[in-house]
């Protein structure tokens, strides 16, 4: 049974940074591709990056590019997601979800593209 679990989200200060990590178990970690995203109240679950299998590609978000940083260690069956220059904008429940194909040649920016996610970890960003 595949499980992915979150840590590393809190509160923090405009301008602040956290690092969110992902724990995954159950089945060949480097085989997926990995992805981060988030959902504010009363919005829909928003794409904020993704890593390749092996680690060799990135996406982000338009909103997140050059403040987040998505990397894995797959040695450690661990995503993580380095988040600098916080904005009050960035609060929200952060998701870590798994690919639903093995060795995607492009990572996915779509829900509908993974099917495995963690229960969430709550960033709030005070201005």
């Known amino acids: 049974q595949v499980q992915l679990v979150e840590s590393g989200g809190g509160l923090v200060q405009a301008g602040g940074s956290l690092r969110l990590s992902c724990a995954a178990s159950g089945r060949t970690f480097s085989s997926y591709a990995m992805g981060w995203f988030r959902q504010a109240p009363g919005k829909e679950r928003q794409f904020v990056a993704a890593?390749?299998?092996?680690?060799?590609?990135?996406n982000y978000a338009d909103s997140v590019k050059g403040r987040f940083t998505i990397s894995r260690d797959n040695a450690r069956d661990t995503v993580y997601l380095q988040m600098n220059s916080l904005e009050p904008a960035d609060t929200a429940v952060y998701y870590c979800?798994?690919?639903?194909?093995?060795?995607?040649?492009?990572?996915?920016?779509?829900?509908?593209?993974?099917?495995?996610w963690g229960q969430g970890t709550q960033v709030t960003v005070s201005s």
């Open positions: 979800a798994g690919d639903s194909l093995e060795y995607r040649s492009v990572v996915g920016t779509t829900p509908a593209q993974y099917d495995y």
């Open positions: 890593i390749k299998w092996n680690g060799r590609g990135t």
